[in-house]
């Protein structure tokens, strides 16, 4: 476990405060086969359990009673087939007073507790399921059918997950500045391989290496593209080109499962182009524009829309947009260019408790969701506070297939340049990001060592690490 017996106690118990009553039911992982049931992935646990319980082992079910208080660790303990291939583990009796729970009982036992809090006319509080087994076990125990259960899941415990996961303590922060330094591995080696000839997949697997080796896994399938364009464009067998970008989005988890999630943008034959560079330094003054308006009590939704009218306000000094800017922006014109929102939550998930709903993280009665195209992807907008962990990951693409549309429906026409636009089509995509704390006053970059960013330093980079360090550098 990576915190004290007390945190996680302290964690049910404010868990258990707010949601007053019933019985709160928090499922585990299980093992997930690749392609036959003994061939797994590597196991992941779920980051709510890990929260309240800290425990990472595979099939396991906390449940904890709202109204006596009583707390239960549910898992089945492993035979002797399992000891000769895998090894010993930790018993659940041992796992649970490691966490402060009282009793630990068997995966029957579940089935028991649910069914009498039901007899009795208690509610029985699940988060939304993601994983097709949970989904089972909740139809199983409940009666109710997997296409039904995520409106079933519960409002007061989903309420109050995010409102305890979504500030990070002091002790969380360290795992995230811990995972930051692991994504600085990561971004500066595929700084240092970025030359043409070397394919995208060589890059990829490298990070994927060094997040394996430092930490546990990718916080994500990193991207490694020169088609930046498409905002998740995974790594192919194709070799970088003198003349391109290569996007490159990845980041790590510790072996606790917290994140990191960086995005650089770096010319392929070491220099950016005038019209790369043009589009780049949009792109870093938007990402610099976030982190002087980020602090306690200001909306991610007005960061955003400060970053979007500096975005139309640069791409109107290019030709590539035209007319007011406060109008273009509300219209949702510069969505062309930025069909995602300015960043997300990060925590123990890369897209932080995302599965308990974007609107239920990111927004509250004060901001609300917008449909509009590009908007709608905005995963977080609400005021932040002290101890929220974002990321600031601004993005200039052309996207060919969206850039036809538009320009054949007339779509924002007043405010796009169609003409000039056409002529970047062949450019591919921006982006910048970093992960970001918000502290008392203000913010602050996580991570002790900073990936470079700015146009020059990412040219002077990999030269320098060349004559600094040849062999390092290959
Ligand atoms: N960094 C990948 C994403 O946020 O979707």
């Not at 009590?297 to 030709?319: N, P, S």
Request: aromatic share 8%; net charge negative.
């Amino acid at each position: 476990m990576l915190f004290s017996k007390e945190t996680y106690v302290g964690r049910r118990e404010a868990l258990r405060r707010m949601v007053g009553s019933g019985l709160i039911v928090l499922f585990g992982n299980n093992d997930s086969p690749m392609n036959y049931p003994a061939n797994v992935y590597k196991f992941r646990q779920d980051s709510s359990f890990l929260y309240f319980f800290g425990q990472h082992r595979d099939g396991l079910v906390g449940v904890i009673d709202a109204d006596t208080g009583r707390e239960t660790l549910i898992g089945d303990e492993i035979d002797i087939d399992d000891i000769v291939w895998y090894g010993s583990v930790t018993s659940v009796r041992q796992m649970a007073e490691e966490c402060g729970v009282e009793a630990s009982a068997p995966m029957s036992r579940l089935a028991e507790l649910v069914g009498e809090a039901v007899r009795q006319g208690r509610q029985v509080h699940f988060l939304p399921p993601y994983r097709y087994d949970t989904q089972i076990q909740i139809m199983d125990l409940l009666g109710i059918h997997p296409s039904k259960q995520r409106e079933a899941a519960s409002l007061p415990l989903i309420q109050a997950v995010v409102k305890l996961r979504s500030k990070k303590s002091a002790e969380e922060i360290e795992e995230l500045e811990r995972a930051s330094l692991i994504g600085y591995e990561m971004h500066t080696a595929a700084m240092r391989l970025c030359r043409p000839g070397v394919t995208e997949q060589y890059i990829g697997g490298v990070l994927d290496g060094i997040a394996a080796k430092l930490g546990s896994i990718v916080s994500f399938p990193s991207i490694v593209t020169m088609h930046g364009e498409i905002l998740h464009g995974y790594p192919s067998a194709r070799p970088l080109e003198a003349g391109r970008l290569m996007l490159c989005d990845a980041g790590a988890e510790t072996l606790e499962h917290y994140c990191s999630d960086h995005t650089r943008t770096t010319p392929v034959d070491g220099r950016y182009t005038p019209r790369q560079r043009a589009i780049y330094d949009i792109v870093v003054a938007c990402h610099d524009l976030a982190l002087t308006q980020a602090r306690p009590g200001v909306r991610w939704w007005d960061v955003h829309m400060a970053v979007c009218r500096l975005m139309t306000d640069r791409l109107k000094e290019l030709g590539l947009m035209r007319g007011d800017t406060e109008e273009a922006v509300r219209a949702g014109a510069h969505a062309l260019f930025l069909p995602h929102g300015l960043g997300h939550m990060m925590g123990m998930d890369v897209h932080d408790m995302e599965g308990l709903g974007q609107t239920n993280v990111g927004y509250d009665e004060e901001t609300r969701p917008s449909g509009q195209f590009g908007t709608a992807s905005l995963r977080f907008a609400r005021r932040l506070e002290e101890g929220f962990v974002v990321t600031d990951e601004p993005g200039i693409y052309f996207i060919p297939d969206l850039i036809d549309l538009w320009r054949s429906q007339g779509t924002h026409a007043e405010f796009l340049n169609f003409e000039e636009i056409e002529k970047y089509k062949d450019f591919g995509g921006v982006r910048i990001e970093d992960d970001v704390l918000i502290t008392a006053d203000g913010c602050r970059f996580l991570g002790a060592k900073r990936i470079p960013y700015q146009a020059a330093d990412v040219e002077e980079y990999p030269r320098r690490q060349r004559e600094e360090s040849p062999v390092a550098a290959e």
